[in-house]
């Protein structure tokens, strides 16, 4: 990355939202100066232009797994790295359930790689903890491993917050566990913002979560039980739950397309897309073999799944940019809400300095893409510094 810039910068692309030519001044690593032109004609060889992507849940990328020890500064650069190209500007690196010890020495190397680089602390907008304070039972539980599966622990987690810093800024929990909506209203007040997630729990406990200050359900239609009562369920109350923003997997295979509907009508300005990505995304489709799901394939059409049965997902292998062209080539939404769903609603929940998107004085997080033939990503802006640019 280049050092802060000290004169303006200026770039302009077809703005994502209004599709106006866009001229955008940035100084001192914010936007200081817009300017739209009504002009219908567009030079082709003119980018789009959009805010950062922001991802809330990312397990790895390109061979790189926060959940694999040891783990070295050295791959968390390289993840950075590697988002950048994908038009990721900030994103929580999650860290699963696991045994106490390695919980803790995860967020500790995450901790310390964004104290020694500043880039890398630029982009790390915080810790995604998921688990292991999850559902014990078969489904909801996913591929957590049950050996590690436990009911919430306040004095846990103030030992895990030391070793990260302070950085762990969002909690999947389930709260099925008994009084849960007490560690959760301590979890509020603490700043650590909890999500629902790999539950079991009743409608009761959900309603007491959310009254005690849970905020968002993670990954809502996935890791739940293959066969659930009609209602009611914990999937119907989290959508019903005006309080609850949602995030989606949108990779068209974790939910199909009536699911993702349903969801955007339901949640409105509170539906946001994340990739929930495993280390194999960035990789070319083939065989893998996993710490947690075994043998698995990943297809050439972008499916990762268990090698002994296709119908069985080892996760999402997918990015953003993908989610976004899938809820927009189906006809779920607009580009535009599409686009915001992985950015500004992001942003605007977890409150970071991005929320506005393209505004004056809006820090100069920005991504120059084209979409005629797929998204591609053509440059990234960190901070208002080029710290990507497709050669």
Not at 6 to 25: A, D, N
Not at 234 to 260: K, N
Not at 331 to 337: I, L, N
């Amino acid at each position: 990355m280049n050092k802060q810039q000290e004169h303006p910068k200026v770039v302009e692309g077809i703005h994502y939202k209004t599709g106006k030519h866009t001229t955008i001044t940035i100084n001192k690593g914010k936007i200081a100066d817009i300017q739209l032109t009504n002009s219908d004609h567009m030079d082709e060889c003119i980018p789009w232009i959009g805010p950062g992507l922001i991802d809330l849940q990312i397990n790895g990328y390109n061979g790189n797994d926060f959940n694999t020890l040891p783990l070295s500064i050295e791959s968390i650069q390289r993840v950075v790295r590697g988002l950048w190209s994908e038009g990721v500007t900030s994103f929580y690196p999650t860290v699963i359930t696991n045994s106490d010890q390695e919980i803790e020495e995860a967020l500790r190397t995450i901790a310390k790689a964004c104290s020694e680089d500043q880039h890398l602390n630029n982009s790390i907008a915080g810790i995604h903890l998921e688990g292991p304070f999850l559902s014990p039972e078969d489904g909801p539980r996913g591929a957590h491993q049950i050996e590690y599966i436990k009911s919430p622990d306040w004095t846990l987690l103030q030992r895990w917050q030391e070793a990260a810093g302070g950085r762990i800024k969002i909690l999947t929990l389930s709260p099925e566990w008994p009084k849960s909506e007490v560690f959760i209203q301590k979890c509020t007040d603490s700043g650590v913002t909890v999500s629902i997630g790999h539950t079991s729990a009743s409608i009761e406990q959900i309603d007491k979560a959310v009254e005690a200050g849970a905020r968002m359900s993670t990954h809502l239609g996935n890791g739940a039980h293959l066969m659930m009562r009609r209602h009611p369920n914990y999937i119907w109350e989290q959508l019903a739950q005006d309080d609850l923003w949602t995030c989606m997997i949108a990779d068209g295979f974790h939910l199909p397309r009536s699911v993702l509907k349903v969801m955007l009508k339901t949640k409105g300005e509170k539906a946001m897309l994340v990739s929930d990505a495993v280390f194999l995304s960035g990789l070319e489709p083939g065989e893998y073999t996993t710490h947690i799901g075994g043998e698995v394939v990943l297809t050439k059409e972008g499916k990762l799944h268990l090698k002994e049965n296709s119908d069985l997902l080892a996760g999402s292998a997918q990015m953003l940019t993908w989610g976004i062209e899938h809820i927009v080539r189906s006809d779920v939404c607009s580009f535009p809400d599409a686009w915001e769903m992985a950015s500004t609603r992001p942003a605007t929940f977890m409150e970071l300095p991005t929320k506005d998107g393209l505004k004056i004085g809006e820090q100069a997080d920005l991504v120059l893409f084209e979409k005629d033939n797929g998204l591609q990503i053509r440059q990234t802006i960190k901070h208002g510094n080029v710290v990507y640019e497709r050669s």
